[in-house]
């Protein structure tokens, strides 16, 4: 077993094969940035030659900062097996590094190239000899390898047997369908490695059964060196393998060690996201938004009495948070938690009540999160809500030639003598809702109120919806402690969703603080 393994991210560039998904330079520069200033992977793929002159700015602007950040052979560019053309395309970049892509398979070869296989190998050694003279560094992909293995395995040996003392530095192979299973790479990985033992070879997986993940901790098993993921599974049809999954296995299945700052992988899928504007999947393991919640009560109860379902796999090492969700499922455990988070104490008959209308409205398909509380404690005890901040008018308007602003009136009710102040403001912004954020941010510097950061903000419209349907808007807010919290707006216009969701955030925060900042307050509603 290796026991220290090169992860090779290539999200920018098998990753942006995607559909839908194209970086622009600056995101281009950033990603590479996090990927190996922050996550700290071993090298990068950033794009394909002569692609498009977008992809030769981005291509040059990396360089540019790589060669100043001294890690310029860490970055790697795919080229083709056209013996100069994509050498000089990268070495007038200032690459240092290409990845020529070679065919594995005697189908790709015979019906895609139409050439013989001498033919193919003799453009492959003048590609990688013209590369060396240039001093760029030579790996190469057998592209459809796993074909090749399955149903033409002499033809990838005659390339390798002819190719193994040529000055490449590594082999790579791409299971280019994802086709095959577990097994069958740790099978025909094992066996090249036997036959070549002094080759560096990397493992390149994709996604098309599910099984990308799966076959690169078999990889590794059978002996590679290196293997290639990228942020979020993204690629082509199903994606490839991982990059936080791959990871999380490696150390904690196979004691392999890695380079990677495992605090960081949220991060970057973040970014990503943010990017490509494609979501994850809320259950995808690692950073999936629902990962680390418990749903069931009788798990927060567990959790509760000797975190009997934690597991190594641990929400802080990725900078996460374990949750318990409010729903139909939910039991004693999961409300005390998340009254724990808003600083509101219940005796045993109200806390009954509460639950009850919190399944009551989780069998209507409600979402229910920490920040709803006060208002179903309030209704279900009958007890007055004291409503903070109050919106008394709004007016937002937008135009397709100027940027957006808003005018609104608030009314804050402060201190313990519910002195009333009437707050006015007006500002623009990027859209009608970041009008409103930046009218309420004067507001808040007015009254030098602390506002959260927002890190996530999510919008859903039932399937199949009319133009008036309601839209559901679901913020997630940061505080300075570091603090997560969510609320909720339901409207039919979109802005009043995201609006009646802000507006619940300062009144939580106001109840906070009046719980936290005054002794005299008596935390038992």
């Known amino acids: 077993m290796t026991k220290r393994i090169e992860i090779m991210d290539t999200t920018l560039r098998d990753g942006e094969q995607m559909k839908g998904v194209s970086y622009s330079p600056s995101e281009k520069l950033a990603l590479a940035q996090i990927l190996l200033g922050d996550v700290k992977v071993d090298r990068i793929e950033i794009a394909s030659t002569k692609v498009s002159k977008g992809e030769e700015h981005s291509v040059a602007k ?23 053309e994509s050498v000089d395309w990268i070495y007038n970049l200032g690459g240092k590094v290409i990845n020529i892509l070679a065919k594995g398979s005697i189908n790709h070869l015979t019906k895609q190239l139409r050439k013989t296989k001498e033919q193919h190998l003799q453009d492959i050694k003048k590609t990688v000899k013209y590369a060396n003279q240039k001093g760029i560094t030579c790996n190469i992909y057998f592209e459809d390898w796993s074909n090749g293995m399955l149903y033409s395995k002499d033809y990838f040996y005659y390339l390798l047997d002819n190719l193994k003392n040529e000055q490449i530095k590594r082999f790579m192979l791409p299971d280019t369908l994802g086709i095959l299973y577990p097994s069958q790479v740790f099978q025909f990985i094992k066996e090249i490695i ?36 990228t942020v979020n599974g993204m690629g082509e049809r199903a994606g490839n393998s991982s990059l936080d999954e791959v990871i999380v296995g490696l150390h904690d299945f196979l004691k392999i060690k890695t380079g990677i700052k495992e605090k960081q992988l949220v991060y970057a899928s973040k970014t990503v996201e943010s990017f490509t504007g494609y979501r994850i999947a809320f259950n995808k393991p690692i950073c999936g938004s629902n990962v ?19 597991s190594k796999l641990s929400p802080d090492r990725f900078r996460r948070k374990r949750q318990y969700s409010l729903g139909k499922l939910s039991g004693k455990s999961n409300l005390e938690y998340n009254l724990e988070e808003i600083g509101i104490k219940l005796n045993k008959k109200q806390k009954k009540l509460v639950l009850e209308r919190i399944i009551e409205l989780a069998d209507r398909k409600e979402i229910i999160s920490a920040g709803d509380l006060p208002y179903i404690i309030s209704d279900v005890l009958e007890t007055p809500q004291k409503k903070y901040f109050e919106l008394k008018s709004c007016n937002i308007i937008t135009s397709t030639e100027l940027k957006s602003t808003a005018i609104i009136k608030l009314l804050y009710r402060k201190g313990e003598q519910n002195k009333k102040l009437e707050l006015e403001e007006i500002a623009q912004g990027d859209g009608g809702y970041d009008a409103f954020m930046n009218t309420i941010r004067k507001i808040a510097k007015k009254i030098d109120y ?76």
């Open 62 to 84: 990396i360089l540019e900062w790589a060669e100043k950040a001294n890690c310029a052979g860490r970055i790697e560019v795919l080229g083709f097996v056209d013996k100069t």
């Open 194 to 229: 036997s036959v070549y033992p002094r080759l560096h070879f990397d493992f390149h997986a994709h996604n098309d059964y599910g099984l990308a993940t799966a076959n690169t901790l078999a990889a590794v098993e059978a002996g590679v060196k290196g293997i290639h993921c």
């Open 292 to 310: 680390f919640t418990q749903t069931a009560g009788i798990h927060a109860d567990g959790d509760r009495k000797g975190n009997l379902y934690n």
């Open 450 to 525: 602390p506002l959260p950061s927002l890190l996530d903000y999510t919008v859903s419209i039932p399937p199949g919806g009319k133009t008036d349907a309601l839209v559901q808007c679901v913020i997630t807010w940061e505080m300075a402690n570091k603090k997560i919290f969510i609320t909720k707006g339901i409207n039919p216009d979109q802005v009043l969703a995201a609006i009646e969701a802000t507006e619940k955030m300062l009144n939580l925060i106001a109840l906070q603080k009046e719980y936290n900042g005054n002794s005299n307050v008596k935390k038992e509603l």
